[in-house]
């Protein structure tokens, strides 16, 4: 049952589009890279107690152009 769920929950997120939304900011780790910060303070805000650095995003295009 818990094997379900987790699959389940697995692709409500990958096909809702948030996995591959990134932000103009990434916190970098010796253990991972996430660049889905919106504000600099959220990036360092999610790197509290981890040994790390927030700075901008070289892969950020910014928002679509309509």
């Known amino acids: 049952m818990r094997v379900a769920m987790v699959l389940g929950s697995i692709a409500v997120f990958l096909t809702s589009g948030c996995a591959w939304k990134q932000g103009p900011f990434c916190a970098w780790t010796r253990e991972y890279t996430n660049c889905n ?4 303070a959220s990036c360092r805000a999610g790197l509290s107690g981890d040994a790390g650095y927030c700075g901008a995003n070289p892969a950020y295009k910014g928002p679509a152009v309509r």
């Open 37 to 40: 910060y919106f504000t600099m």
